[in-house]
């Protein structure tokens, strides 16, 4: 039998079975040793970055859009790694993000030093289900550590003291140095809109603390407004209310226009003089009907005509534009008002209220501030001030970690030692378990408590100590019972984790190794990559800019 051109050649394997321009890697070095590779190339970018002394990662993405941060999310994120092993890691430091806000870089280290590991078992000669098995159960038994370090909690969430102590190393880790500077502010912002004693654990959103970055000036004159901090000025020559009342427009406060295209005849002066006319005495009338409302405030979801702010200035209302739908619906919880689509009288219960609006210079920029007393206030703002954007990028994004900080100890106040104490006693209570296993699995076990230093080792070299002796000197101090001895990052040597105030969040930990055992078990298991011809035409040419134009 023959085969025409057009029909489908039939062949024997996989060259029969998937299209041309097909990739198939499989076997030991081929496959499970170049995923381990390329998941260890990945930890060791963002390993340096862990802990108070990490060094900070300059990222240029697709978009040539500067990055200076030490956080594991933005980097992987802004990286964007192909590599579809290391993207089981990405995703795992992405679900972390999303979940829990913080100990992204605990997922992707400690990832990658069980795949270290694993790695050397397979060069010594071990199964693979024999590493997974081991590593199944050193996870199951160190879970069960992990508990028993939970020995403490936070007693009083609406203590502010408590609070700033809490939040504080976790701030560290990010922003070392300003932490001092950060940390209080956070505290007070989570405060004043966190929900009363009665109500769900579960109830406090972290979107109603929102951040405001303006360039200029010292992290120092950083601070907190009980309110919304409006990055643009008003419109008109009112530039401050007391005891405003607000109309919110999600729309242009202007003259609505006809789809329709029309042709108008003039023809006497008259004409031309009237022509407008209709137009004035219906803006008038619709803005003179929000006055008579009650309103002595506009905010528009879109443009603000020339007439329309004519006849505000004339009914000595003030006018703001606020182009984003999202930080328009931020503002009417923070007013307490509903954003209406038709120009005219606003109801009482559609308008919101504010104590004070008034316009301020910070730097050479103006801003608008919706200030709330202290009982209505639904959202807080933090004003970060610094020198340039970067900075004040990388001050967000501790921030951000603080407050989602907060919200997991609402859902969980229980507490574990830091400074690496809590990865230690794992470590040393896990190589104790190993000897009673019989069976190669305690290879992976032992293998596992040793993946498990990775975490004081790195921290004790990011801050100029030898991590061989570190280890030595925090196995010793374990050994004698001491289960809070963590990294002293300042002076060197072994403190007490606990007894410094250094502590992390036990749900925070439990999630991060969840997260990173599932994705290392899942890179192991993988024992072929077979990766179809990419889809598309040709790649666009890179080097001429204009290579789309004639």
Request: a neutral charge; charged letters at 25%.
């Amino acid at each position: 039998m023959s085969f025409n051109k057009g029909m489908v050649r039939v062949g024997a394997g996989l060259p029969g079975l998937l299209k041309d321009g097909y990739k198939h890697l499989s076997g030991l070095e081929e496959a499970i040793i170049k995923n381990i590779e390329a998941v260890k190339k990945l930890a060791q970018i963002t390993r340096t970055s862990l802990g108070p002394n990490g060094r900070n990662k300059l990222v240029v993405n697709h978009l040539d859009k500067l990055f200076i941060t030490s956080d594991a999310a933005v980097i992987c994120k802004e990286l964007e790694v192909i590599h579809p092993a290391a993207n089981v890691t990405v995703m795992a430091v992405k679900q972390q993000e999303e979940e829990v806000g913080d100990a992204t870089n605990l997922v992707i280290t400690f990832i990658g030093a069980l795949l270290k590991q694993a790695e050397a078992m397979f060069r010594m000669g071990l199964h693979v289900s024999e590493v997974v098995l081991g590593f199944a159960k050193a996870y199951e038994k160190s879970m069960e550590i992990l508990e028993s370090l939970a020995t403490t909690s936070a007693k009083d969430l609406y203590d502010i003291k408590e609070v700033i102590t809490l939040l504080a190393p976790i701030v560290a880790a990010k922003q070392y140095g300003s932490e001092a500077i950060l940390t209080p502010l956070i505290a007070e912002a989570c405060l004043s809109v966190c929900p009363p004693k009665s109500a769900s654990k579960r109830s406090f959103n972290v979107d109603n603390v929102r951040v405001s970055k303006l360039v200029g000036g010292a992290v120092k004159n950083s601070k907190v407004i009980k309110g919304v901090v409006v990055e643009r000025g008003s419109h008109g020559s009112i530039k401050r209310i007391e005891n405003a009342k607000v109309a919110v427009f999600a729309m242009s406060v202007e003259a609505s226009s006809t789809e329709a295209k029309g042709t108008v005849v003039l023809e006497s002066a008259d004409d031309l003089r009237n022509y407008n006319r209709s137009e004035e005495l219906l803006m008038d009338a619709q803005i003179k009907a929000m006055a008579d409302s009650g309103a002595n405030m506009i905010v528009s979801g879109g443009s603000i005509s020339e007439m329309a702010l004519h006849f505000i200035e004339k009914y000595n209302m003030m006018a703001l534009k606020v182009t984003s739908k999202f930080e328009l619906r931020r503002l009417c919880r923070a007013v307490n008002a509903t954003a209406v689509v038709k120009l005219g009288a606003v109801s009482k219960e559609d308008m919101g209220s504010c104590n004070l609006v008034e316009v301020v210079e910070v730097g050479d920029s103006k801003v608008t501030v919706f200030q709330q007393k202290d009982d209505d206030s639904r959202v807080a703002t933090i004003v970060l001030r610094g020198s340039t954007m970067n900075i004040l990028d990388d001050l967000e994004r501790a921030v951000d970690d603080g407050v989602n900080t907060f919200k997991t100890l609402r859902r969980d106040p229980r507490l574990v030692p830091g400074a690496g104490a809590t990865e230690m006693e794992m470590a040393h209570q896990i190589m104790k378990f190993a000897t009673t296993c019989p069976g190669l699995d305690q290879y992976a076990i032992k293998a596992f408590a040793e993946a498990l230093e990775v975490v004081p080792r790195t921290l004790a070299e990011n801050s100029g100590q030898s991590a061989t002796e570190m280890a030595t000197a925090l196995y010793a101090a374990h050994a004698q019972g001491q289960k809070a001895a963590g990294v002293n990052i300042e002076k060197g040597g072994v403190l007490n984790a606990t007894d410094a105030g250094i502590q992390d969040l036990f749900f925070t930990k439990k999630s991060a190794f969840d997260l990173a055992v599932e994705a290392a078990l899942t890179v192991l298991r993988v024992d072929q990559i077979i990766m179809a011809k990419r889809a598309g035409g040709p790649k666009p040419k890179g080097d001429n800019p204009n290579w789309d134009q004639d």
